[in-house]
């Protein structure tokens, strides 16, 4: 392959080409994508697979764009195989960089259509403040857990402790009760119960709904875990 645009090396094209290349490439859509997106959600790294007609030419060409905050490298080849193997050799050495956000969870990319390395999560539900109420009501001990459904979507189920796998668990009845500083000594404790005896329920409810909706991604990345060699 060879350069045609590099900000850490020469290039093997005229800047006039290159210019060319550059115009091409933005007025398409990529044949392939990864990308990669800050906390501002703006694209901080996008590694991206186009094909064209060479200028001057009218050879069809493959080019692999890499862009990065600090660096882009535009690599052009007449070979398809080539590119496309460059594409997932980028994408990869990529994914080997990615750490961990502020929750300590796995970062992700935006979007990828390469196996085996850290793909977007689908859409995950939130804990509603009725959960906790049910779970409160609910029989025996009570957990809810992030499963998946038929479809292979993720959903929000209650059952009970050992129903669920501890990691797939998001909220208990026992952290419920912690909460509210509220126990089953003199009876066992509901919602109704709650909402006369605790000052503010339901935002005490809305709180505790929402510091399990927070338990649902490290739920989701065990049910999403990246595919390892």
């Known amino acids: 392959m060879r350069n045609v645009i590099s900000t ?12 060319q290349v550059e115009r091409l490439l933005a007025a398409q859509a990529a044949q392939r994508e990864t990308t990669q997106v800050n906390e501002w959600g703006q694209t901080d790294l996008h590694v991206r697979l186009h094909t064209y007609e060479a200028p001057g030419s009218g050879e069809t060409m493959w080019a692999v764009d890499y862009s990065d905050p600090v660096s882009r ?3 052009e080849t007449g070979s398809f195989e080539e590119a496309d193997a460059r594409y997932e050799e ?6 080997e960089n990615l750490g961990t956000d502020d929750d300590g969870l796995q970062e992700r990319f ?4 390469v196996d085996g390395v850290p793909g977007p999560l689908p859409k995950l539900p939130d804990v509603d403040p009725e959960q906790v109420d049910e779970l409160l009501d609910e029989e025996g001990d009570p957990v809810l857990y992030l499963a998946l ?6 959903v929000l189920r209650i059952g009970q402790t050992d129903q669920a796998d501890s990691t797939t668990t998001v909220l208990t009845r026992s952290q419920i009760l912690d909460e509210l ?3 089953d000594g003199d009876g066992r404790v509901t919602a109704a119960y709650a909402a006369r005896e605790v000052d503010d329920f339901a935002m005490q409810a809305d709180y505790i709904a929402h510091a399990g909706t927070e338990a649902v991604r490290r739920a989701a990345e065990v049910l999403f875990a990246v595919p390892t060699a």
Do not use: I, Q
């Open 8 to 19: 850490n090396s020469s290039t093997d094209v005229s800047e006039e080409y290159a210019e």
């Open 181 to 183: 500083n509220l126990n």
């Open 110 to 113: 935006a979007v990828t259509d």
């Open 149 to 154: 459904d038929d479809d292979g979507d993720p």
């Open 73 to 75: 490298e535009l690599e």
């Open 90 to 95: 980028l994408v990869r050495d990529s994914a």
